[in-house]
């Protein structure tokens, strides 16, 4: 019994440690909680919350809103963006600061398309730069060639990792591919949801004012936090099955 207990003890302290070389940063589940749209193109789209809890202590995060009408694009940027006075936007995460992604290699969402009967397009967004302080205002995005704007039908999911050293990159209107700068004065932090009919796969009834959808997303664990859940798990089950054996 001794052993036993001190099996499940060593279980709780890898499932609650995160390794020292475990580099991908982590939203906080109120931070994503309280995401909002700060952003619609063209201007009109919406979107609300509700948070469903499908299982711990990883919680699914229901985003549904509409895209507002438009020929080929329509996107919502969801999130928080540090904004000047008198401009709307978010100043802080949730009542804090934002975070030091210099400390960070990589972001990781998994998005899940529960609603729409036409495919829509996911993406993840950071911004950085202090320009008070002379930096280059800058917005990052997974790049395509990294599954950034994927594609999702109905039933469909995947993750989407933002790589801070290859991102898609925007400053001043000019698109780049690289690493990110200022990862430590990040400025905004979010996701997007889009309607992409460029191609003319939409199959929608024609004149729909707008496009309603519904998005889950998922906070992805680190590999190895669950390489430590599920080893521990697995130790203590072949453990119980050898003492009833023996029993």
């Given amino acids: 019994m001794r052993y036993l207990k001190l099996c499940i003890a060593a279980c709780l302290i890898l499932a609650g440690t995160v390794p020292a070389q475990a580099t991908s940063y982590q939203l906080d ?5 309280n995401m909002s749209d700060v952003w619609s193109s063209p201007t009109g789209g919406t979107g609300s919350y509700a948070m469903e809890i499908t299982g711990m202590p990883y919680p699914t995060f229901k985003y549904t809103g509409t895209l507002a009408q438009d020929l080929n694009w329509s996107q919502v940027q969801i999130g928080y963006r540090w904004t000047p006075a008198g401009a709307a936007g978010a100043t802080s995460m949730n009542g ?23 495919g829509i397009k ?74 992409d009919n460029t191609d003319g796969d939409w199959d929608g009834a024609p004149g ?40």
Wanted: cysteine-free.
């Fill in 208 to 247: 729909i004012q707008d496009y309603p959808y519904h998005v889950d997303i998922d906070l992805v664990p680190e590999p190895l936090t669950m390489l430590g859940v599920f080893g521990g798990v697995a130790f203590v089950g072949g453990y119980l099955r050898k003492r009833r054996t023996a029993a």
């Fill in 122 to 195: 996911v993406n993840m967004w950071i911004n950085t730069g202090y320009t008070d302080w002379g930096e280059t205002a800058t917005y990052a995005q997974v790049d395509p060639s990294n599954n950034g704007w994927a594609e999702l039908w109905l039933g469909e999911w995947t993750n989407l990792t933002l790589d801070f050293s290859d991102a898609d990159i925007w400053q001043g209107g000019v698109q780049s591919t690289g690493a990110i700068p200022y990862l430590d004065h990040v400025t905004g932090i979010g996701i997007v949801v889009a309607w």
């Fill in 96 to 118: 804090h600061a934002f975070p030091d992604l210099s400390l960070f290699d990589d972001w990781t969402l998994s998005f899940h398309n529960q609603l729409t009967n036409y």
């Fill in 29 to 33: 589940v109120q931070d994503v909680y």
